[in-house]
C-alpha cells in the first residue's frame, strides 16, 4: 500500500536550518508530486510548496519562498523539506503529502515530523 | 497569500446535517473546481474527504458530499456519527500555480 514515512522530530536553535525527509513507498515516485505542509500548534494547515517527483520542478508559498528549499531523490523514492532561518513561530509539525498527476487533491500523507525551534 | 475563510466550529446532534462554508476569491475558489476537504483528527494526519469539489475517494463514507456557488464551497455531513468530530480543512488550487488551506472548522457532535 501506499505509504509516506517522514524524518523524526527535530529540535534546532533559532538562525539553524532543518531538512525533512519523506520517503515514499507502494507507488511509482516519478509519477507524482509530492508537497508539504505544516501546521503550528493549535494552528491552521499552511501549504509551504510543492515539487514535481518526475522533473524536479518546484513551486513555493510566498510565505516561505526566500527560506524553503524542497528537492527529491528519485534513487531514494525521497522528498526532502529544508527551511532555513529558523525562528521560534516556526515550530509545527510538518507534512509531506502525494498529489496524483493530472488531479489537485492530497491523496496520502505523511504522518507528520515535529519540527521545535528554541533556544 | 491569504487564507480560505471557515466557521470556526459546527455542532449537531447525532442523525442532523451540517455545512461547512469555505469563502475564498475568484482567483481561487471561485476560479477553479479544485477545491478539496480533509478531515483531521487530534494528532492524526490529514485525510481527504471530497476533492474537485463533490468528488469522493474511494472508502470516504457518502454522507459527505461537497458543493460550490461562486467564491464559497461547502461540505455537507450528513448523518452525523460520533466518529465524525474532528476539524475539517478546505483547500483550493490558486491561479499563481500554488495552494491555500482554510482557516478550519472543529466539528462537535452533540
Known amino acids: 500500500q501506499v505509504q509516506l514515512v517522514q524524518s523524526g522530530a527535530e529540535v534546532k536553535e533559532p538562525g539553524a536550518s532543518v531538512k525533512v525527509s519523506c520517503k515514499a513507498s507502494?507507488?511509482?515516485?516519478?509519477?507524482?508530486?509530492v508537497h508539504w505542509v505544516r501546521q503550528a500548534p493549535g494552528q491552521w494547515l499552511e501549504w509551504m510548496g510543492w515539487?514535481?517527483?518526475?522533473?524536479?520542478?518546484?513551486q513555493y508559498s510566498q510565505n516561505f519562498q526566500d527560506r524553503v528549499t524542497i528537492t527529491r531523490d528519485t534513487s531514494a523514492s525521497t522528498a526532502y523539506m529544508e527551511l532555513s532561518s529558523l525562528r521560534s513561530e516556526d515550530t509545527a509539525v510538518y507534512y509531506c503529502?502525494?498529489?496524483?498527476?493530472?488531479?489537485?487533491?492530497?491523496?496520502?500523507w505523511g504522518q507528520g515530523s515535529l519540527v521545535t525551534v528554541s533556544s | 497569500q491569504s487564507v480560505l475563510t471557515q466557521p470556526a466550529s459546527v455542532s449537531g446532534s447525532p442523525g442532523q446535517s451540517i455545512t461547512i462554508s469555505c469563502t475564498g476569491t475568484?482567483?481561487?475558489?471561485?476560479?477553479?473546481?479544485?477545491v478539496s476537504w480533509y478531515q483531521q483528527h487530534p494528532g492524526k494526519a490529514p485525510k481527504l474527504m471530497i476533492y474537485?469539489?463533490?468528488y469522493r475517494p474511494s472508502g470516504v463514507s457518502d454522507r459527505f458530499s461537497g458543493s460550490k456557488s461562486g467564491n464559497t464551497a461547502s461540505l455537507t455531513i450528513s448523518g452525523l456519527q460520533a466518529e465524525d468530530e474532528a476539524d475539517y480543512y478546505c483547500?483550493?488550487?490558486?491561479?499563481?500555480?500554488?495552494?491555500?488551506f482554510g482557516t478550519g472548522t472543529k466539528v462537535t457532535v452533540l
Open positions: 475568484s482567483s481561487d475558489v471561485g476560479g477553479y473546481n479544485y
Open positions: 507502494g507507488y511509482t515516485f516519478s509519477v507524482y508530486a
Open positions: 515539487i514535481d517527483a518526475g522533473n524536479g520542478n518546484t
Open positions: 503529502a502525494r498529489n496524483p498527476p493530472g488531479t489537485r487533491p492530497f491523496d496520502n
Open positions: 483547500n483550493s488550487y490558486t491561479s499563481y500555480n500554488t495552494y491555500v
Open positions: 474537485d469539489v463533490s
